[in-house]
């Protein structure tokens, strides 16, 4: 299971047994526990795909965690971004208005148009970069602010579970 969750290969799979204690308290081992090397974890995961066991385990795992109230998820991507659109000079009668959801009384079906109510100000963060020629393990990338008038676009995809 851990192998599964965190990508590991047997070899390190091993290493990290030996170095993080959650491991070993997942696995039921004692700091004076022996912890297996990478040939008996890849025949015990050999004698569980025999016996057709693997699938059962997860379920298993899955149901546990859910009776927690976690739910486990593979492989999640988040992407987001700001779709920019041209700024609006409006008065604050017109911001107003468009809080409001309604079409200021000054626009002319044709200014009204032209306009976008949808769009909203956003702020976008990002690394500042070093300059050029600074030693960059004394610089620290300070974080911007960006204001930016558009759209926020994002999308999530979740690896279905086989």
Partial sequence: ?????????????????????????????????TVPDATTVWLFRERLVQAKAIDKLFAGFD?????????AMGREIIDATVV??????NTEAEKTAIKEGRVSEDWKPAKARQKDRD??????YSKAKVREGADPKAAKPVDLAIPVFGYKNHIGIDKAPA
């Fill in 1 to 33: 299971m851990l192998q599964a969750l965190y990508e590991l290969s047997d070899e390190a799979a091993e290493f990290q047994i030996k170095d993080r204690l959650s491991f070993q308290r997942f696995l039921g081992l004692g700091l004076e526990g």
């Fill in 63 to 71: 149901v546990a965690l859910k009776d927690r109230g976690y739910l």
């Fill in 84 to 89: 920019p659109a041209p700024k609006q000079r």
């Fill in 119 to 124: 769009a909203r100000w956003s702020i976008k």
